[in-house]
């Protein structure tokens, strides 16, 4: 597909475990951005690759969330210990660079039981 | 603190008619404008952006009026149709920042046939 491709679609997990969001850019994409969805509200930014390194994670709420993209295409968002207040879409996107239009995924809908 | 507040939370308008929705920011660094459309389980995607240096664009029935001096922009739909149907968001940034978007919390927009 042409689009950014984003799984699981939906993710349903216990309080206190362990998860991983995995993003596939469009192809030839270099920015990379994660955003939080929750119910009723606008994308909050998260963090930003340009390239592979994070050029701006002050998105982040806190240190249990840690997001990589090592090779510059794919990046994976983790989030450890969850808490049932994690529970959101998380959407990704991409563009051919900064100043560019970002294209969103459809997004990973987390469910914190 | 919001940074992009957006208005009305959500609209109902009949076939045909013209819908509006409003956001002001506060930063005027900002100095890029996007309007998102996202439908159910969709990521959202772009419809029309503006930067401050003009105060109209329009693009087919969508036309975004920008106010610098109020730091208030508007998003038009002219003859609204039941496929416009959708939640609608503005979203603020500063280009030179990462693309860092500010979005605002959302209209949903009801388009009656």
């Known amino acids: 597909g042409a689009g950014v491709s984003q799984t699981p679609s939906n993710k349903v997990t216990e309080k206190g475990k362990y998860v991983e969001l995995r993003c596939d850019p469009i192809?030839?994409?270099?920015?990379l951005y994660w955003y939080r969805q929750s119910l009723g509200q606008g994308p909050e930014f998260l963090i930003y690759f340009q390239g592979t390194g994070a050029a701006d994670d002050s998105g982040l709420p806190n240190d249990r969330f840690f997001a990589v993209r090592p090779e510059g295409s794919v990046s994976t968002l983790k989030i450890q210990r969850t808490e049932r207040g994690d529970s959101a879409v998380y959407l990704c996107?991409?563009?051919?660079?900064?100043?560019?239009?970002?294209?969103f995924g459809d997004g990973t809908r987390l469910s914190i039981l | 603190q919001q940074q992009v507040k957006q208005s009305p939370q959500s609209l109902i308008v009949q076939k045909g008619g013209i819908s509006i929705i409003n956001c002001a920011y506060e930063n005027t660094a900002f100095d890029y404008f996007p309007w998102y459309q996202q439908f159910p389980g969709k990521g959202p995607a772009l419809l029309i952006a503006?930067?401050?240096?003009?105060s109209e664009k329009k693009e087919g029935r969508f036309t975004i009026s920008f106010n610098k001096s109020a730091k208030q922009f508007s998003l038009h739909i002219m003859d609204s149709q039941p496929g416009d149907s959708a939640t609608y968001f503005c979203?603020?940034?500063?280009?030179?920042?990462?693309?860092?978007?500010?979005f605002g919390s959302g209209t949903k927009l009801n388009v009656k046939p």
């Open positions: 979203a603020a940034t500063v280009l030179g920042n990462f693309n860092k978007f500010y």
């Open positions: 503006i930067r401050p240096d003009v």
């Open positions: 996107a991409s563009s051919s660079g900064p100043g560019q239009p970002q294209h």
């Open positions: 192809s030839g994409h270099t920015a």
